[in-house]
């Protein structure tokens, strides 16, 4: 079983859950399109929550949208999870479970997967298919070329974005930051080393005329506008972000739902400001 998580992890799981019904009961009255379930980060379908003395599980995004089956189900489940012991658990809670749903598992990266759904969507065979989509990693492992590839498709995406945990800890307050970490930044946001560097600092000069940077003050924030800047360059529409948010309340990730459908944005907007309070 997966372990991780806080009371954010229930409020994400819910979060998605409400939309995924009120999108089935707007497709339930367009019949023609087949519905799938897309889930980059599955897990195993459980998540375990430990203290110091204590347990407790919680039913896992996958499981939770197999059950649903009113107003309807999905038609196809897709799940993809990298650590094979994690897939082993995941067909026994899924797949094994549920042996009348059409449920797909692979065990490969999510970033490869994403590539190959927007193939998918432009062939033949997925002329007729809708895509709700949840990418929810724990860190930043989702490549910017990936949700690139998605624009123009049919796809309504929740994306958790590590914009505290992920982000903000590689932007070092005196800009002195690894190639490392630069690379993975540039792949996450798919943007140079310059453009971070002149969204997130100030470049000054010290008495001695040696350039120096002064990260901004608000980079939690700063980082999680950036992406939605960016969602809104493969998407028409990107909701307000639910803030997950730390016992400190610092913001550890921004969730956002982006769609080319306003519509979408209207309920996820309104699911996400009941969240937020
Ligand atoms: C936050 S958990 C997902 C929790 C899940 N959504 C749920 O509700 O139970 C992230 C999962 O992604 C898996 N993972 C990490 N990197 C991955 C990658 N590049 N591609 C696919 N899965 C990955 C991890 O093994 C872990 O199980």
Not at 8 to 36: G, H, Q
Not at 112 to 134: N, P, Q, T, W
């Given at each position: 079983m997966n372990q991780f998580g806080g009371?954010?992890?229930?409020?994400?799981?819910?979060?998605?859950?409400?939309?995924?019904?009120?999108?089935?009961?707007?497709?339930?009255?367009?019949?023609?399109?087949?519905?799938?379930?897309?889930?980059?980060?599955?897990?195993?379908?459980f998540i375990v929550k430990e203290n110091t003395v204590d347990f407790n599980i919680t039913i896992g995004a996958a499981r939770r949208i197999i059950e649903i089956d009113s107003p309807k189900p999905f038609d196809e489940y897709y799940f993809v999870e990298k650590n094979s012991n994690k897939v082993k658990q995941l067909i026994q809670n899924t797949k094994k479970a549920y042996p009348q749903?059409?449920?797909?598992?692979?065990?490969?990266?999510?970033?490869?997967?994403?590539?190959?759904?927007?193939?998918?969507?432009?062939?033949?065979?997925?002329?007729?298919?809708?895509?709700?989509?949840?990418?929810?990693p724990c860190g930043m492992q989702v490549e910017w070329k990936s949700i690139e590839n998605l624009k123009g498709l049919p796809v309504d995406m929740w994306v958790l974005v590590p914009t505290g945990l992920g982000v903000n800890r590689l932007l070092k307050k005196n800009g002195q930051i690894s190639d490392a970490w630069i690379k993975r930044l540039e792949l996450f946001l798919g943007l140079s080393r310059e453009e971070i560097e002149s969204f997130f600092y100030m470049k000054v000069q010290n008495l001695f005329n040696q350039d120096m940077f002064i990260k901004s003050s608000d980079a939690i924030n700063k980082s999680g506008q950036l992406y939605k800047k960016r969602l809104e360059e493969v998407f028409e529409f990107v909701s307000k972000p639910f803030e997950l948010k730390n016992s400190a309340n610092t913001i550890m990730y921004h969730l956002y739902l982006a769609s080319n459908n306003k519509a979408a944005i209207t309920i996820a907007n309104d699911i996400v400001n009941k969240y937020n309070r």
């Open positions: 009371d954010w992890t229930d409020k994400k799981i819910e979060i998605l859950v409400e939309y995924a019904k009120a999108y089935l009961v707007i497709m339930n009255k367009r019949s023609y399109w087949k519905l799938m379930y897309f889930d980059g980060f599955a897990g195993t379908g749903k059409k449920i797909y598992i692979q065990e490969e990266d999510c970033n490869k997967k994403m590539c190959d759904l927007a193939v998918f969507l432009k062939s033949k065979k997925g002329k007729y298919h809708k895509i709700l989509a949840y990418i929810d």
